[in-house]
């Protein structure tokens, strides 16, 4: 019996890095499966991701512990990780179609990560997610109580044992200590009209603008507000004849996608941080 594995690892570009990894996979009785790299000549870094099967009964703690004398040798910050799906805990406000698709493609098989619970602040949606089996929990923020609901929050990211937190259209800003607890394992979607359209009725605003292109940005968050590392991006091309209401159906679907795509490529191990950026592999 087999058993999958994936290793992501990050460091200086030297050679024999390549070279290492194959060997310390054949040396443990592993065959690789899927293998992908970048080369980042602007900033001399090399990114690698490698799925392999192991033949011997092993686990991520005793293969990474094994690979740790690799790792110094050159540098390199590694993860092992293996099939177990990642845990996400959904945030949403009162809009549901982030949060619907995310739902349909969890239970279609195809999002590569298991939803465990809805967290909101408010309590539109929480049909939709006991539709579907998950637990809803309301956790209402205002100015005075926005300090306890994060600490909420972090609490039930605990209680759930949530690997990875989506911010699936959640209209609350998480402060400067929320984004840090939660760095690396915390996803945001937004309109792409960003910051061009800031505030109520950014699809109004595209509209007066006359715009050509609607898009949807999925990135990590980070305490600089919708500036965390870039992961996916939609976009959809319009004209004159689409209205703020036909503009925000498609601005939605452009949300559902890209997001949907972060978070499978998140659980994949295929999103790599690369300071302000990230290295995809899709």
Avoid at 117 to 142: C, I, K, Q, Y
Wanted: proline fraction near 4%.
């Amino acid at each position: 019996m087999s058993h999958p594995f994936t290793l992501t690892l990050s460091c200086q570009e030297r050679p024999g890095i390549v070279h290492a990894v194959s060997s310390f996979l054949f040396q443990h009785g592993c065959d690789i499966v899927e293998h992908q790299q970048f080369d980042d000549a602007v900033r001399g870094q090399l990114f690698l991701r490698t799925a392999f099967v192991c033949a011997e009964d092993t686990d991520c703690e005793r293969l990474s512990a094994d690979f740790q004398d690799v790792a110094d040798e050159f540098g390199m910050t590694y993860q092992v990780a293996g099939e177990q799906p990642q845990r996400v805990l959904v945030m949403v406000s009162k809009l549901g179609h982030c949060l619907n698709d995310l739902i349909f493609r969890w239970r279609a098989g195809n999002l590569g990560a298991d939803l465990v619970a809805v967290v909101s602040n408010h309590e539109d949606l929480r049909p939709m997610a006991e539709a579907a089996g998950l637990p809803f929990v309301h956790v209402p923020v205002t100015p005075v109580t926005k300090r306890e609901a994060e600490a909420r929050l972090l609490e039930l990211v605990d209680e759930y044992r949530a690997d990875l937190v989506v911010l699936a259209r959640y209209m609350q800003i998480l402060s400067d200590e929320t984004c840090a607890a939660l760095y690396g394992r915390a996803i945001n979607i937004h309109h792409s009209f960003l910051p061009g359209f800031k505030g109520a009725k950014p699809y109004h605003q595209a509209f007066d603008r006359g715009v050509k292109l609607v898009g949807a940005t999925a990135h990590y968050v980070t305490p600089d507000l919708d500036e965390g590392p870039i992961i996916e991006q939609e976009v959809i091309r319009i004209d004159h004849t689409f209205d703020p209401r036909a503009l925000a159906t498609v601005g939605q679907d452009a949300e559902a996608l890209a997001l949907s795509r972060a978070v499978r490529w998140h659980s994949e191990k295929r999103v790599l941080l690369n300071g302000h950026s990230t290295v995809v592999f899709r």
